[in-house]
C-alpha cells in the first residue's frame, strides 16, 4: 500500500494547504445542504483536487461531497476510498482551527490505510500496514514520503499512564448520554479530564496518547472515522461500535454510524463505558 499511501498524503497535503489560503481570506462562500450542515468554498475545493489524485489508482471513491452511491452498486466494491474533504466546517467557519483533511482506504469494510492533515497546524497523522501510525510536521506541500518519514514519530507519543482518565469530546456535539459516561468515568477514576476538540482531530489525540478514550453519543458519518479509526488502530486503540461491541466496519448500507467508543485494546467494554 506504499502508492496508496503516497497518493493519499499528497492529496491531502495540497488539499489543505489550498484550504488555508481560503481559511486566510474569509471568503467561505458558505452554503447549506438539505441536513442544514454547511459547506463552503473551501470544501468543494479540496474535494476536487482529493478526487484529482485518487482517481489515478482506479479504486472507488465515496466522499461526503460527491452524489452518493447507491448500497446495491458500491456493496460489490471490496477496495474504496472513504474522504472527508473538510472534517469540522462549522470549526472552519468558526475560525477555531480545529478542521482536517481525512481520507481512508477501505479493504473488505476494514480501513487499512488512514491519513489526517490539519492544516492550521501543518500536523499530519498517517497509517498503514506497512508503517504502522505515525504523526509528522509539513513544511512544504511538495514533501515526498520519504522525507516525511525520516521526520515522523511513531504512535503514540506519550506512553507513560497518568493518574488523569482523559477523555476527548466534539466540542459542537454534546449530549445527555456522555454527561451519563462522564459521572460513570469519575466513579472509578479518581481524577478525570476533559478534552474538547472539533474534526477527527480527537482521533488523532487519542493515537497520540494524549487521551485515553474518545466517546461519541451523536450522530456521525463513515467518512469522519474511518481515516482516524485507522491510525488509531496500529497505536493500540479500537473504535468500538456501541451496537455491535465490535471494531466499526465500512461501507455499510447505512453511511451513519453508531454511537462508538475510541479506547485502548486493553480496556474492555461494560455497559458502554471502559474497564480495565
Known amino acids: 500500500m506504499k502508492e496508496e499511501l503516497n497518493i493519499a498524503i499528497r492529496s491531502a497535503i495540497n488539499a489543505g494547504f489550498e484550504i488555508l489560503k481560503i481559511y486566510n481570506s474569509n471568503n467561505f462562500n458558505v452554503k447549506y445542504k438539505k441536513d442544514r450542515s454547511p459547506v463552503t468554498l473551501a470544501d468543494e475545493l479540496s474535494n476536487k483536487i482529493i478526487c484529482k489524485y485518487l482517481i489515478k489508482t482506479g479504486i472507488p471513491i465515496l466522499s461526503e461531497e460527491n452524489d452518493q452511491v447507491s448500497y446495491d452498486f458500491r456493496k460489490k466494491w471490496e477496495k474504496l476510498w472513504l474522504i472527508d474533504p473538510l472534517d469540522g466546517t462549522k470549526e472552519f467557519i468558526k475560525k477555531n482551527g480545529e478542521f482536517a483533511v481525512n481520507i481512508a482506504l477501505i479493504v473488505n469494510k476494514t480501513p487499512k490505510l488512514g491519513v489526517i492533515f490539519i492544516p492550521v497546524t501543518s500536523e499530519l497523522y498517517f497509517s498503514s500496514p506497512e508503517y504502522g501510525s505515525l504523526k509528522s510536521h509539513i513544511k512544504s506541500k511538495n514533501s515526498s514520503l520519504s522525507s516525511i518519514l525520516k521526520k515522523s514519530i511513531k504512535l503514540p507519543i506519550e506512553k507513560n499512564p497518568s493518574e488523569t482518565f482523559k477523555i476527548t469530546v466534539s466540542r459542537s456535539h454534546k449530549s445527555v448520554f456522555f454527561e451519563k ?96
Do not use: H
Open 181 to 276: 459516561f462522564l459521572l460513570q468515568s469519575k466513579k472509578k477514576y479518581s481524577k478525570v479530564s476533559i478534552l474538547n476538540k472539533g474534526s477527527s482531530i480527537k482521533l488523532c489525540i487519542v493515537a497520540e496518547g494524549k487521551a485515553d478514550c474518545y466517546p461519541r453519543f451523536s450522530p456521525s458519518m463513515e467518512w469522519d472515522t474511518a481515516a482516524g479509526q485507522a491510525i488509531c488502530f496500529n497505536a493500540g486503540y479500537d473504535l468500538i461500535d456501541l451496537v455491535t461491541k465490535k471494531n466499526m466496519v465500512y461501507n455499510r448500507i447505512n453511511l451513519t454510524n453508531n454511537f462508538f467508543l475510541v479506547k485502548k485494546n486493553n480496556l474492555r467494554l461494560i455497559n458502554s463505558k471502559p474497564i480495565k
